[in-house]
RNA sequence: CGGGGCGUGGCGCAGUCCGGUAGCGCACCAAGCUGGGGGCUUGGUGGUCGGAGGUUCAAAUCCUCUCGCCCCGACCA
């Protein structure tokens, strides 16, 4: 919900006038905060003798996370609502941030040897059904296809909910000797999951991603895969997106259904909650068992091969948004933001608007070749109008223009992230803005890597995880036996699941935070998206 | 699937209890003044009140049915 400005609302910026009274407040309810005081925010009504200056508005970060995620969303242009049931629209600036996102990530894939590859969007429900975990995982949120014009379909077709199935089959036609291994093939498309509750980004019924899937002649060598994958998005998501994450083995219960193992990368969020940010899976031969993948080895014996496969998808829009977005709005990285530099004249007549005009074309052009730059050169607002909407939007930095500016042959460099103001002159420009860049891009990691460290805890009692849940979410470093049963008691209790086991955890014995039997190190607890 | 809320110009809402022929702010259009942190004045455009039935002289308002969306919980990238 975006409401204009100028309602009094608790948190806004830039705002005049008194308070205005109190209306009914939103009806999602309240929201918890890290160390907050579980405060409702308060809509506010409109009242007929305020002004407004009327700009969208977006709730209080530290008062309604949730609201303020979607209130962003929506002001920032980023996505919007659409009329199907659970799925949404990426506008423009929106998609124009995927479109970076694929574009490092998919470098980063390429120079693993993977090659880009299309697989129908239709799977037989003959295929999907061929791996019994998969299916099973995957049935109750699967959409089916029964009928194609007028007529009905022998076999129902499933929207893929997921590739496995179908570029198995393919698999299994091409496989055919140890020399066509490995096989590395990834896939950027669209998949449809009938889930239940949706949130922009976060969960919608059909959402963009890339899917790799791989085949290999052994065990190892899908094994080494799986992790080499997994590293490429621990790259991409704390070099690129700036975003620290916690890299570790999924436990059975989070596995992926048809998986041996599910690797992930696990972040933090604004409000403390984890998100998945990637996950690869190690299939071990359950698949080419399955769909009968099969090849001649060097020693004439035919044998079944070994599969993974790694994803990562436009949720990860939401994980920028909810990692590095303050009470201002949205803050990109600037390695994918779409526009990374936006300049903003300032004049008072036309004679100052046209010599402000030559002075910015005079350096623009030059540096527009080296970054995204966009000059805000529209007239029906005013400069404080733009300043306010380029920082909702998130770019990571803003040059101001003005007859002083001209006069001093420079210009002022207002980074997004902190607001820190400097003059730069012209000569030095381009290279001031790409060391700005830089450092925006280095601080939000650092920031986001400084509040994960303050909000991972240790825990030796359910008790005390809930203490912590309650007072500051975050993770939660706990000992843990390893059963099933001691895992699902954590999560009725605290409603944390366990995000990772991670790598490094030592061989240090802890007992267990539920039934103190001792388990190897410490594991992530925390609750989740 | 359970619980809650909401559908009234593009957006946000009031009006619904107590029926009388639709209003406010913003946005939008025009003009002028403005412009270094969400400007001001004046004048305008725009709505079969989610849909379908019904009651009534008269329905945004009352009755019945229906569709959709959002939020909160159980499942998931």
Known sequence: MVRPVGRGATGGRGRRGPAAPLGAARSSGATFEPGGDHTIRDGVRMTKERTNTGRAEIASRSEDFAAWYNDVVLAAELADYSPVRGCMVIRPYGYALWEHMQSHLDARLKATGVENAYFPLFIPESLLAKEAEHVEGFNPEVAWVTQGGDEALEERLAVRPTSEAIIMHMYSKWAQSYRDLPFLIN???NVVRWEMRTRLFLRTAEFLWQEGHTLHATPEEATERTLLMLDVYRKFVQEDLAIPVIPGVKTASERFPGAAETYTIEALMGDGRALQAGTSHDFGSHFTQ?????????????????????????????????????????ILPPKVAPVQVVIVPIWRSDEERERVRAFVESFGGALGTHVRVRTDFSEDKTPGWKFNEWELKGVPLRLEVGPRDV???????????????????????????RELLDDVQRSLFERARAFLEEHTFEASSVEEMREILDRSRGFILAGWCGSAECEAEVKERTRATIRAVPFDRGDEPVPCVRCGEPGRGRVYFARAY
Do not use: C
């Open 187 to 189: 896939q950027w498309g």
């Open 290 to 330: 399955a769909f009968d993948i099969t090849f001649l080895g060097r020693d004439g014996q035919r044998r079944h091969g070994y599969t993974t496969s790694w994803g990562l998808s436009t949720r990860m829009v939401g994980g920028i948004i909810m990692v590095h977005g303050d009470e201002q709005g949205l």
């Open 407 to 433: 006069a001093n042959n420079s210009v002022v460099a207002v980074r997004r992230d902190n607001r820190q103001k400097e003059p730069v002159g012209l000569d030095a420009l381009a290279g001031r803005v």
